[in-house]
């Protein structure tokens, strides 16, 4: 069985453009979060969605956007980046209502903006 | 917000020591998790733990659910190279709530 792949597992962008990160949970799963990882401060929880629905957001600015696809994949935008923004972007995904012991993670996607 | 803090930040041990690592929470929990991050990959869960005074073993890991509810243990007995990694704590209230996560313990085994 395929575990949750992302991509692409390495994107390079300027200040101020925008960046696409992309999702594919584990089949079944209909729960897709998405997690900043910066370096040495944890994960950080972004947003949740669920049967297309944004069901979660975390203390984030609105350039951090995404939306789910009817297949349950999902997208993460990042508009206006900034330097800061630089960090590993983890997806996991779960079954609706599963706990975080139910979560299977990517192997993310490392965003660095220049 | 709630915020999970995690020690020692890192640890440099001898191949077949114990380790023991330990998070605080400023709010309480219903779920204590443990999860293990190698370099390039994500997180991968190790031990999950639902009840207050819980202790729960998987292997030579062993966690404990504190009883206030606002921490969690985790000792790993007699190291191997391969524990080598960055160890996560996390709480989650509800199923139906964000997984908080604290900042890691990064795990170095000298053989």
């Known amino acids: 069985e395929a575990g949750v792949t992302q991509s692409p597992t390495h994107l390079i962008k300027t200040r101020g453009q925008q960046a696409t990160l992309r999702c594919s949970p584990i089949s079944g799963h209909t729960s897709v979060y998405w997690y900043q990882q910066a370096l040495g401060l944890g994960l950080q929880f972004l947003l949740w969605y669920d049967e297309g629905e944004e069901r979660n957001r975390g203390n984030f600015p609105p350039r951090f956007s995404g939306r789910q696809f009817p297949n349950y994949s999902s997208e993460l935008n990042v508009n206006a980046l900034e330097l800061e923004d630089s960090a590993l972007y983890l997806c996991?995904?779960?079954?609706?209502?599963?706990?975080?012991?139910?979560?299977?993670f990517g192997s993310g996607t490392r965003l660095t903006v220049v | 917000g709630q915020q999970l803090n995690q020690s020692p930040q890192s640890m440099f041990i001898q191949e077949g020591e114990d380790v023991s690592m330990n998070c605080t929470s400023s709010?309480?929990?219903?779920?204590w998790l443990w999860y293990k991050q190698d370099p390039g990959e994500g997180p991968v869960l190790l031990i999950a733990?639902?009840?207050?005074?819980e202790l729960t073993s998987n292997g030579r890991l062993t966690a404990q659910f504190g009883i206030t509810r606002k921490d969690s243990f985790l000792n790993i007995s007699a190291s191997i190279p391969s524990d080598v990694g960055i160890y996560f704590c996390?709480?989650?209230?509800?199923?139906?709530?964000?997984?908080?996560f604290g900042p890691g313990t990064s795990l170095s085994v000298i053989p």
């Open positions: 996991a995904s779960s079954a609706i209502g599963t706990g975080g012991d139910g979560y299977t």
């Open positions: 996390a709480g989650q209230e509800t199923s139906y709530d964000k997984v908080i």
């Open positions: 709010s309480i929990f219903n779920t």
């Open positions: 733990l639902y009840k207050a005074g």
